[in-house]
């Protein structure tokens, strides 16, 4: 009996791993930094011009920024880990000499967000969702990194936030801010440059890999799923899209992204176990879940 239920048990992960596995088989995606990369906070920051007065920063263990420069000032969205606050702070100088008037999140985790104590000192306002200025208030738990994250302190938080819809008029551009909800989390906010044709997903689109889905943060993925076919609905054939991280990519590859969520989503991977176990209360995407997680210990 017990053999039979660690053979079974088997068959469930190895059917789940699979299916993920065949869905995300074939990606040209970066692969992730090893562990003791992940972990740093700090490095070199590239610059790279998109068009339109818009660059893009990239420090690769952390959130890309993209950079607004013009007549009007600077108009930041995300700001990586507080140790890179100098560095943006370089970068933007080397840009334009006028001030950066805002800095944008695209959702509150550390590696987007961690800046926001050092740029609300510097004297730039802080936007976001609201339930980013919410978390970032307050104690947050992650199972999934089995860690505890403290409240921010109150110059770090945004002091504009929305609940759905946000425009700006700055420099010579309209930038259209919307909320993709329960996606990445349930504060993902993506920005899109109408003049310049560019858009930041944070990380509702990322390109280095299976992607994270922070449920404690209220996150899904049918919520990732729907959010990519938001940003889908508005970028165009020459729409140059900036990822939460990786490399610039174009409507293709966010399709591509965006496919493969659907796949992982349709498989199904115990749909042969529906027949004989699925009349309970317990249903196939919970038994999933629960396997997962006794599996991980998360």
């Known amino acids: 009996m017990v053999r039979a239920r660690g053979l079974l048990m088997h068959k469930l992960v190895r059917s789940i791993a699979a299916s993920c596995a065949v869905a995300f088989a074939g990606s040209v995606w970066v692969s992730l930094p090893s562990e003791a990369q992940q972990s740093r906070e700090e490095g070199e920051l590239s610059v790279t011009a998109v068009r339109g007065g818009i660059y893009y920063l990239v420090m690769p263990t952390a959130g890309n920024v993209a950079v607004s420069v013009g007549t009007d000032g600077a108009f930041v969205i995300d700001d990586q880990f507080a140790p890179m606050v100098p560095r943006i702070q370089a970068a933007v100088a080397r840009l334009t000499d006028r001030p950066i008037r805002y800095v944008l999140n695209t959702h509150w985790h550390n590696d ?38 403290p409240p921010s302190p109150p110059v770090a938080l945004p002091v504009i936030t929305f609940s759905k819809t946000l425009t700006f008029h700055f420099n010579g551009d309209t930038v259209r801010v919307e909320h993709l909800p329960n996606a990445h989390t349930d504060g993902d906010a993506i920005y899109y440059f ?16 299976y992607p994270f889905i922070d449920l404690d943060s209220g996150g899904s993925i ?3 799923v729907a959010g990519l076919d938001r940003i889908l609905q508005i970028a165009g054939p020459d729409t140059v899209v900036i990822p939460g991280h990786g490399p610039l990519a174009d409507r293709a590859r966010v399709q591509q992204f965006r496919d493969r ?10 749909a042969d176990f529906d027949e004989e176990w699925g009349r309970s209360f317990i249903k196939n995407d919970q038994f999933v879940t629960t396997i997962y997680r006794s599996e ?3």
Not at 123 to 145: I, Y
Not at 199 to 209: E, N, Q, R, S
């Open 261 to 270: 969520l659907a796949e992982v989503v349709a498989a199904r991977p115990l």
């Open 296 to 298: 991980t210990g998360s």
């Open 194 to 209: 109408e003049k310049a044709d560019v858009l930041h997903t944070g990380d509702v689109c990322v390109l280095y890999g």
């Open 222 to 224: 049918a919520g990732m």
């Open 112 to 149: 987007h967000a961690g800046g926001n104590e050092g740029f609300g000192k510097a004297g730039a306002t802080l936007v976001a969702h609201d339930n980013v200025r919410a978390r970032m208030g307050s104690t947050q738990e992650s199972r999934f990194f089995k860690v505890g994250v």
